[in-house]
């Protein structure tokens, strides 16, 4: 008995479920046509382009990324270099014992040259125009000897690296004379 009720529940489930699938549109009940070749082709096409790009883009961030930390790195021993430029300088004004000079000298040459093989150079800034993107002034000194904007000490070194700035070098720019000045030297 029990199996007959079964029987007659599956049965008006099948008769509920086919007017079900006759509402259904085709376009939904029909699988999906296959793509062409020619589809797949460009398709294939698009997703290697777009790897290649996110290589590309991955490999130059990693660049990037490694550059910025030896940017960081450099920039780090910029002060030692300029620490063993003030004990020559020191050194050379006490007379102090030569030898120990020339092994000061060689290191500080050694560590230049070893920032120079990594692309740190130096900014050339002494009488040169003053340029804020690598110069810093620190002092504006009144002079006639030098045209107005001309850097004329440099205090302290600025450095770049791969022409990147690493540390503008801090500078005393020229300042033309006062109207005072330049009215008295008239008058005399």
């Given at each position: 008995?029990?199996?007959?009720?079964?029987?007659?529940?599956?049965?008006r489930?099948?008769?509920?479920?086919?007017?079900?699938?006759?509402?259904?549109?085709?376009?939904?009940?029909?699988?999906?046509?296959?793509?062409?070749?020619?589809?797949?082709?460009?398709?294939?096409?698009?997703?290697?382009a777009?790897?290649?790009?996110?290589?590309?883009?991955?490999?130059?961030?990693?660049?990037?990324?490694?550059?910025?930390?030896?940017?960081?790195?450099?920039?780090?021993?910029?002060?030692?270099?300029?620490e063993?430029?003030?004990?020559?300088?020191?050194?050379?004004?006490?007379?102090?014992?030569?030898?120990?000079?020339?092994?000061?000298?060689?290191?500080?040459?050694?560590?230049?040259?070893?920032?120079?093989s990594?692309?740190?150079?130096?900014?050339?800034?002494l009488?040169r125009?003053?340029?804020?993107?690598?110069?810093?002034?620190?002092?504006?000194?009144?002079?006639?000897?030098?045209?107005?904007?001309?850097?004329?000490?440099?205090?302290?070194?600025?450095?770049?690296?791969?022409?990147?700035?690493?540390?503008?070098?801090?500078?005393?720019?020229?300042?033309?004379?006062?109207?005072?000045?330049?009215?008295e030297k008239?008058?005399?």
């Amino acid at each position: 008995m029990v199996h007959e009720e079964d029987q007659e529940v599956q049965a008006r489930g099948e008769e509920q479920a086919a007017p079900a699938l006759e509402a259904v549109p085709e376009e939904v009940a029909a699988p999906p046509a296959e793509p062409d070749r020619e589809e797949l082709k460009r398709l294939l096409q698009r997703v290697q382009a777009d790897f290649a790009n996110y290589r590309k883009r991955s490999e130059e961030e990693h660049r990037e990324n490694e550059q910025q930390s030896n940017a960081r790195l450099l920039s780090r021993l910029l002060p030692v270099l300029d620490e063993f430029e003030l004990a020559i300088d020191h050194a050379q004004q006490a007379s102090a014992d030569e030898s120990w000079l020339d092994g000061v000298r060689l290191i500080h040459r050694k560590l230049s040259s070893l920032l120079e093989s990594e692309g740190v150079a130096r900014i050339e800034a002494l009488g040169r125009e003053f340029d804020p993107f690598e110069h810093e002034a620190v002092v504006y000194q009144e002079t006639d000897e030098e045209q107005e904007g001309t850097v004329i000490d440099v205090l302290q070194g600025g450095y770049k690296l791969h022409g990147r700035v690493l540390r503008p070098a801090r500078v005393i720019v020229a300042k033309g004379a006062s109207s005072e000045g330049k009215e008295e030297k008239r008058d005399a």
